[in-house]
C-alpha cells in the first residue's frame, strides 16, 4: 500500500539568538543594522501511515512574522493530500496564496512545507535525502564564512581560520566591501599570507560595489588566485555581473538574495556568473531548487549554495559539477545531530531525511505554534 495522506501539519516559529552582532558590507553602506538572531519557520509533517517530515524556512532581520502567517493560511490546502506528491503539493498551496505573488515571501512560507515533505519521503525510502534525489558523492568540499565577517578584527580571522582548518574545512571565505577599499585588499594579502597560496580562499562583498568599483577591485583581487568574488553587485544587476564575468579572470558567485526560480533563470540566461548561489529556503524550497540546478547544470554553471548547510549539504550532493557547501555553524542549537567535517569535506550523514531532529532549545525558543489537521 503506497497511498498515504497527510494528517497534521504543525507549524512554528522559533528566534535563534546570535552570539555577537553580524555586519558584512551592507551594515557598513547603512543599508541594514548589524543582525542579531534569525527568525526560523518549522514545518512538522505526520502522516496516516505515522511517517514524519521536518523542514525549515527562515529570514533575517523582517520577513519571519510574515513567512509563519502566510503558512498558516495556507497549509490546510495541504491535509488529506498523499504526502508523496509534492510536486502537485507546491503547485496547490502555491496557488492558494499567488495573490500576494509567486516569489519572495509567499514561496519562503511554502519551502518549510515543500522541505518538510522531502524529508519524510526520504525518510519512508529509509534514504538519506541525497541518496534518495540520486548522489554524485557521498561527501561535498566545505568552506567556512562566520569567521570572516567585517566586524572581526584580522587577527581574529586569522585565528578562526585555523581553527577550521582543523576542524576539517577545506576552504575560508572573508567579507570585503568595506568604505576604504584598500583596508579590503590589506585584509585580504593578511589572510591570504596566513593561510598559504594551497587553501581555497573566496570573498563575498554582499552586494556593496557599484559597476566601476567592482572592475577594479576584481582586477586588484586577481593575484590573491580566489576560488571566487562574490556578490561584487546589486543581487539583481544581471547585465553588470554578466560584464564582470566576461572580463576577469577570477570565477564571479552570486544569487543568494535571489527569491524565485524566474530570478534565478535571468542569471543563468545572461551567464551572469560562474557559480550560482541559490538557498533552497528563499526560493521556495527543494522542488524549486532542483527546477534552477537542472537549468544551471545544462548552463555549465558550478555550484555553492548559500547558507542552510543541513539543507544544502543533499542537494549539492546530487549535482553534477563537484559543488562547494558553506559551513555555518550558527544553526548548531537547533538540532540533535551534527554535521562532520573531514579532509577539507562535509561527509552526507547516514541518516534517513535530512538526517536532523529539533532540539530542546529549538522549542525553548518557540515564541508561536498552531497544528492544523
Ligand atoms: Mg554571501
Redesign the pocket.
Known sequence: MTHDSIRSISLSTLTLPLEAPISDAKVFTGRQKPMTEVVFLIAEITTEQGHEGLGFSYSKRAGGPAQYAHAREVAQEAIGEDPNDIAKLYTKLLWAGASVGRSGVATQALAAIDIALWDLKAKRANLPLAKLLGAHRDSVRTYN?SGGFLHASIEEIQERATRSLAEGIGGIKIKVGLPDSREDLRRVAAVREHLGADVPFMV?A?QQWDRATALRMGRALGEFDLVWI??PLDAYDAAGHADLTRRLDTPIATG?MLASVNEHVQLIEQRACDII?PDAPRVGGITNFLRLATLADHAGLDLAP?FAMEIHLHLAAAYSREPWVEHFDWLNPLFNERLETRDGRMLIPNRPGLGVTLSDQARAWTTDSVTLQ
Open positions: 564564512t563575498d554582499n562574490e556578490e543568494e548561489q548559500h
